[in-house]
């Protein structure tokens, strides 16, 4: 990996350990298929794989609300989400996710160069979703 790679991973690393560091209040349950899928958005991050981490982060968040808070497997995500998500903006998280996933004609969101022409705008959204997935994962202390 070239120096300047690294050291942009190595930035973003520290930024994600800060922030955990600051939402790790008590102690807080989370099963290990949720600290699976946050530790490979992690990765996805910081090598700045931006419309990965919007994908995880609803997936993360979902999967982390289903096993500690909601403890049903068959509820919607978007009820999950409004009913158990203490925070704003998870519905726009979780449009913007779906924007990305769901292909409908003449309405794609990426063109063939979009990686490139939205990268600030996409770093932007990956970090507020990497924020409200932390969030999710601190906002309940377990027992």
Request: aromatic content about 10%; overall charge negative; hydrophobic content about 45%.
């Amino acid at each position: 990996m070239d120096t300047v790679l690294l050291t942009r991973w190595k930035q973003r690393e520290a930024w994600i350990n800060k922030e955990l560091e600051e939402a790790e209040t008590g102690v807080h349950d989370c099963c290990d298929h949720v600290i699976t899928l946050f530790f490979d958005m992690q990765i996805a991050y910081c090598a700045g794989a931006w419309i990965s981490v919007i994908v995880m982060s609803v997936s993360v968040i979902d999967a982390h609300l289903r096993d500690v808070e909601a403890m049903n497997a068959k509820i919607g995500t978007a009820k999950l989400l409004n009913d158990y998500y203490k925070g704003e903006d998870i519905n726009w998280l979780r449009k913007l996710r779906n924007s990305y996933v769901h292909f409908e004609d003449n309405k794609s969101v990426f063109g063939m160069n979009a990686h490139f022409e939205k990268q600030e705008e996409l770093e932007k959204n990956a970090t507020k979703a990497m924020e409200m997935t932390i969030k999710a994962l601190f906002q309940n202390p377990g027992w």
